[in-house]
């Protein structure tokens, strides 16, 4: 038999020699080499069927890192809606405090401050001081203090009140009164904190104080 038979050589370590080979012999040996090259084809297919497995694992592994690197910007976008209404609920919020702001500012500036001053502060017993009550800024139709009671608290534990009748309150025509003034003696050394407070029935619609130093004098009644 030639020693160039036909077959396939690839991969084998040596050509053997089967010259000397029996046909029973020659056949076996024949078998193998089919047997050898169907398990090469067999594992070739093994192989290429492996490599077909891995490359569709590093696709799934390379679209699993696409995703989650995409991850954000889809939650962003998700998100977007709700981080519009939020933001639109906020300058909706923002928009009401001004506008309510406004508002106070509004009535901050239409309402009058109430001022009480002293003359003299400080004085010597028996002192006759005058005690100035103002409404100062603000309107003059100012309906809260429109014809209000008035309330003096000495602080030397007596108190005076009085009274007031007026027209029925007319906006843009009724006007408040402004000034109040009155003279009180103390008649002993001391600290005295004074009190005024508009009184409307009996609640206090606005309130001063100031303080008066009354020396010990040499007669004291």
């Known amino acids: 038999m030639d020693d160039d038979?036909?077959?396939?050589?690839?991969g084998d370590a040596e050509v053997e020699d089967i010259s000397a080979l029996s046909l029973k012999e020659v056949a076996a040996w024949e078998s193998g080499r089919y047997?050898?090259?169907?398990?090469?084809?067999?594992?070739?297919?093994?192989?290429?069927?492996?490599?077909?497995?891995?490359?569709?694992?590093?696709?799934?592994?390379?679209?699993?890192?696409?995703?989650?690197?995409?991850?954000?910007?889809?939650?962003?976008?998700?998100?977007?809606?709700v981080v519009s209404q939020d933001a639109g609920v906020a300058k909706d919020d923002r928009d009401?405090?001004?506008?309510?702001?406004?508002?106070?500012?509004?009535?901050?500036?239409?309402?009058?401050?109430l001022v009480l001053k002293a003359q003299p502060p400080?004085?010597?017993?028996?002192?006759?001081?005058?005690?100035?009550a103002e409404i100062v800024g603000g309107a003059d139709d100012f309906q809260d203090y429109y014809c209000t009671g008035v309330q003096w608290d000495w602080g030397d534990d007596t108190k005076s009140e009085s009274t007031t009748d007026c027209a029925p309150y007319e906006a843009g025509k009724s006007e408040i009164k402004r000034r109040f003034t009155v003279e009180h003696v103390f008649r002993r050394g001391g600290v005295y904190k004074v009190y005024f407070r508009l009184m409307r029935r009996d609640k206090i619609v606005a309130a001063a104080t100031t303080s008066i130093q009354v020396r010990q004098g040499n007669q004291e009644f």
């Not at 009401?96 to 401050?113: I, L, Q, T, V």
């Open 122 to 132: 400080v004085a010597i017993s028996p002192a006759r001081v005058i005690l100035t």
């Open 96 to 113: 009401r405090c001004k506008d309510s702001g406004k508002e106070k500012g509004k009535e901050s500036d239409k309402r009058p401050r």
């Open 35 to 81: 047997n050898m090259c169907s398990y090469r084809s067999d594992m070739k297919r093994d192989y290429r069927n492996h490599r077909g497995r891995r490359s569709q694992g590093w696709l799934l592994v390379v679209a699993s890192f696409v995703a989650i690197a995409g991850m954000p910007r889809l939650l962003a976008v998700a998100a977007a809606p």
């Open 5 to 10: 038979a036909p077959g396939d050589t690839e």
